[in-house]
């Protein structure tokens, strides 16, 4: 058997097989010696090692991605090495949080907000959040220009033209891969330090959790976290003693301060939320017709209304999915 460890290859020359034979021959080194890969277990966290190409690599993995992640074997294909700075956006973020907090509607001492302006708001929350989607955008961006051919009488996709394909500028993915690392571990840091066992929920930006003789909502607010004006802080926005959760993005609730449903659905136009009366009406397999989707047509775009399916888990994306014929 091959002396490389890890490798079970039959011994062709030196004590090494042929493929690794050949890369002592032409390198003088092993260049891939396809070590298994192995986890090491801290308080916080998990390292993955990982040994690729004659070199060893650390990545850390969040203890609940475990299962996950030891189902496949890892190994590097490439990876970047970056340069790091402090208060890089200081400013911008700054500045539009302050603008964002100045026309919300009530002040940060509860007080309403005489300066209440929700377009400004607005305005200042998008401008945050695109800083973060603008360097998460895929550099390859096609342009596409549509035409109306009279012969055919049709409308017509004409991406043929000098530079449809261009590489965008400004957009530097690592940003926003390193923002939703953190942030995730961030949101998850906060769920270990509450009652697992009562934890129903998490998205980006939120947890959902249920309240008892643990006083979970009680720590948070010791802990200075319920803060719906600070960045990094939350907002306690609802209380239920009746919900559903489906899947991400996919959950409703009564709301005991207003007794009304509130429904989260992705993709639900708002038309069809307010048909959905009760609780019991929010199930997998829920559909309605009133979703519309833009169409080219002659003379311009139509919305026409297209079947919208809430999905389980076990369903396939495209089995259940019925377009309207324009």
């Not at 390198?27 to 090692?49: A, C, M, S």
């Amino acid at each position: 058997m091959c002396k490389v460890e890890g490798c079970e290859g039959k011994v062709f020359a030196k004590g090494y097989c042929n493929k690794h034979y050949k890369q002592m021959y032409k390198y003088g080194e092993i260049r891939d010696t396809r070590i298994p890969n192995k986890y090491v277990f801290k308080d916080d966290y998990i390292e993955l090692h990982i040994a690729s190409k004659g070199e060893a690599y650390i990545v850390l993995i969040d203890k609940d991605d475990y299962d996950l992640v030891k189902k496949y074997s890892w190994s590097i294909k490439e990876n970047y090495v970056y340069n790091s700075t402090v208060g890089l956006f200081d400013d911008y973020v700054t500045h539009f949080t302050n603008e964002k907090i100045s026309y919300s509607k009530k002040l940060l001492n509860g007080d309403k907000n005489p300066n209440y302006n929700p377009i400004k708001r607005n305005n200042a929350k998008l401008l945050q959040n695109t800083l973060y989607g603008k360097f998460g955008m895929n550099p390859d961006r096609k342009s596409v220009y549509r035409c109306y051919d009279f012969n055919e009488e049709c409308w017509k996709n004409d991406n043929i033209k000098e530079n449809a394909y261009k590489k965008a500028e400004y957009i530097y993915p690592i940003i926003a891969s390193a923002i939703t690392s953190y942030a995730r571990q961030y949101v998850l840091s906060i769920i270990d330090s509450l009652d697992y066992n009562q934890f129903i929920y998490m998205d980006t930006d939120s947890i959902h959790f249920i309240e008892n003789d643990k006083n979970n909502l009680e720590t948070l607010i010791k802990r200075g976290l319920i803060n719906g004006s600070e960045l990094g802080k939350f907002d306690h926005e609802n209380s239920t003693n009746c919900s559903i959760y489906l899947a991400p993005k996919k959950y409703a609730f009564i709301n005991l301060e207003t007794n009304e449903l509130e429904i989260k659905c992705a993709g639900l136009p708002d038309g069809a939320k307010k048909k959905i009366s009760t609780i019991d009406q929010f199930y997998y397999g829920y559909i309605t017709n009133d979703k519309l989707q833009k169409r080219y047509c002659k003379g311009g775009i139509d919305l026409i209304e297209v079947q919208y399916r809430i999905l389980s888990p076990k369903d396939s994306v495209y089995e259940n999915l019925q377009y309207a014929q324009i």
